[in-house]
């Protein structure tokens, strides 16, 4: 009869085993942020399935807040196209026309630029939230940063627990 302690050590490695076996394919500049050394810590923290379950909540709320700035966008173009058909309507003779719709166009533009901006930076802080509980939580290799690399090597890290949640050691 295997002990609690044998038990939890091939869990480990077996994560440890899957973890680096994920990693192989990555860049190189990838790889140098993802040590063996963070897949060992990491593998240790799965060993708490409480893991699991942040990185689930965590993603569900993004699908959530992505689909609420989908609506979002949708309803400006909405909106948009609801005022274009409108001017073109009241518009007198073709040359008003043209005018107005190329005014009009151009400040739509400006108004989906700036609705753009507002959900990049949404996405940016939903970023820096989902870093910082990772970071409260204890998982390795997760921090608050902006760094583009630091965030896809975080990005392939996320995508290892959720590969892992789905498969059960031995």
């Not at 609420?68 to 073109?88: G, N």
């Not at 990049?120 to 509980?133: E, G, R, S």
């Amino acid at each position: 009869m295997e002990s609690e302690a044998e038990a939890l050590q091939k869990k480990h490695n077996f994560y440890l085993c899957k973890l680096r076996a994920l990693a192989k394919p990555l860049s190189q500049e990838i790889r140098q942020r993802i040590s063996d050394e963070l897949l060992a810590r990491l593998a240790h923290s799965l060993l708490n399935e409480t893991v699991f379950a942040i990185v689930h909540g965590l993603m569900e709320i993004q699908h959530v807040t992505e689909a609420q700035l989908e609506q979002q966008r949708m309803a400006v173009t909405k909106q948009l196209r609801f005022e274009k058909a409108k001017v073109v309507q009241e518009s007198k003779g073709q040359a008003d026309r043209q005018l107005k719709v190329k005014n009009l166009e151009q400040s739509h533009s400006e108004a989906l630029r700036q609705q753009d901006m507002s959900i990049l930076n949404q996405f940016d802080h939903k970023v820096a939230d989902q870093q910082c509980t990772l970071e409260l939580a204890g998982v390795p290799g997760f921090y608050v940063t902006t760094n583009p690399v630091d965030i896809q090597a975080q990005m392939h890290l996320l995508d290892f627990i959720l590969q892992l949640s789905v498969l059960k050691p031995d």
